[in-house]
């Protein structure tokens, strides 16, 4: 089951609710938090997980980069604005997993989670992330200037209850959807999506998505809309992709 959940004594739990308190309930206070970094203008990041993975914060020329050591490592970055910053995130493409589940013991689904964010021309850059989703986006408002994506184990981008302006996104070998969006309004100037083991965009939970433009190719379906989803696209190319649309 996709909400399942077994503890360090193998007890198991199956998670039974909506998203939305499944996603309120993410929890940043109550397990050890290996470390706590201060970015700026009220934002932090924390890493949940092994002491051997590295984090790089430059304020002055605002990058973070993280390097993951461990599969099972997490990141988060929560609060305040970002403006003009660039995150590179690093991460193993093999390794054993802890648990069977979507989720870690913090209910964190990606690799790298931006929580509770405002944002303005943000660059996010991730090589390899072995975790349900390279990059979750929970509670987001703002513009992303760039998104770079590659080698990662499920869905590449993930957003949720988000209203977000995408302006260029490059995503190779995804192992599910290369973009799962859900509960928001979404705009994206241009994709460039391949590889998508399942849907190259995939759209839901009564959100909106506007596309200028996106190819998509090596995929399994195009684009998809569910859940009385609207999905207007003015410029779209497919190639080697079995289903172009589905509703």
């Known amino acids: 089951l996709e909400g399942r959940y077994s503890d360090k004594s193998e007890n198991s739990y199956i998670f039974i609710g909506n998203k939305e308190e ?7 206070q109550n397990h050890k938090e290996e470390r706590e970094l201060d970015i700026k203008h009220g934002t932090q990041l924390v890493v949940y997980g092994s002491s051997n993975s590295t984090v790089m914060v430059d304020k002055k020329e605002k990058r973070i980069e993280i390097s993951q050591s461990n599969v099972n490592d997490r990141f988060l970055i929560k609060g305040g604005k970002l403006k003009e910053w660039s995150i590179k995130f690093n991460g193993p493409t093999d390794g054993k997993i802890n648990n069977n589940q979507r989720f870690n013991n913090n209910l964190l689904t990606g690799c790298l989670t931006l929580l509770d964010l405002s944002l303005d021309n943000v660059s996010i850059d991730i090589d390899g992330a072995f975790c349900e989703d390279g990059v979750n986006l929970v509670r987001v408002r703002g513009d992303i200037n760039k998104v770079v994506v590659k080698n990662v184990l499920s869905d ?17 070998d995804a192992g599910n959807d290369c973009i799962d969006l859900s509960s928001g309004d ?41 859940d009385s989803s609207v999905i207007k696209v003015y410029d779209l190319t497919t190639n080697s992709t079995s289903t172009c649309l589905s509703a």
């Open 22 to 28: 499944y996603l309120t309930g993410i929890n940043t």
């Open 156 to 172: 590449a981008i993930d957003a949720d209850f988000s209203s977000l302006n995408f302006n260029n996104i490059n995503i190779k």
């Open 186 to 226: 979404y705009n994206i100037n241009h994709a460039d999506l391949s590889d998508c083991k399942d849907k190259g965009i995939s759209v839901g939970e009564k959100s909106k998505l506007t596309i200028n433009s996106v190819k998509i190719s090596k995929s399994n379906i195009g684009l998809a809309a569910k």
